[in-house]
Nanobody, 126 residues
């Protein structure tokens, strides 16, 4: 079992930044960690992913160059630095984990994520 708790969300004006954190507890071995988001009326979409090797990351095209995912294994925490935020980045952001080993390519596939946080709201105003 893995427990995930997000923090760092809030409201910001367009062009601003937020740093989201996801603290993990329980089974410390996770093949992948990911950040997803969901806006009203839309499907949940993957935003950024990191493999447990720490060096392999993936990003949705919509956030490339603006968002950065990182992890601190000593703190069992994954971060999502969001910069140059746009109103279309508004949504509920979820941290998720793939339990057990996984190949890097699997990190981008939502079906492999079995553990989810409760979500945290990010609102970007014009």
């Amino acid at each position: 079992q893995v427990q995930l708790v997000e923090s760092g969300g809030g409201s910001v004006q367009a062009g601003g930044s937020l740093r989201l954190s996801c603290a993990a507890s329980g089974n410390t071995y996770r093949g992948c960690m990911g950040w997803f988001r969901q806006s009203p009326g839309k499907e949940r979409e993957g935003v950024a992913f990191i493999h447990n090797d720490g060096g392999t990351t993936f990003y949705a095209d919509s956030v490339k160059g603006r968002f950065a995912i990182s992890q601190d294994n000593a703190k069992n925490t994954v971060y999502l630095q969001t910069n140059s935020l746009k109103p279309e980045d508004t949504g509920m952001y979820y941290c998720a984990a793939v339990g057990g080993s996984a190949i890097a390519a699997a990190c981008r596939m939502i079906q492999y994520y079995g553990y989810w946080g409760q979500g945290i709201q990010v609102t970007v105003s014009q």
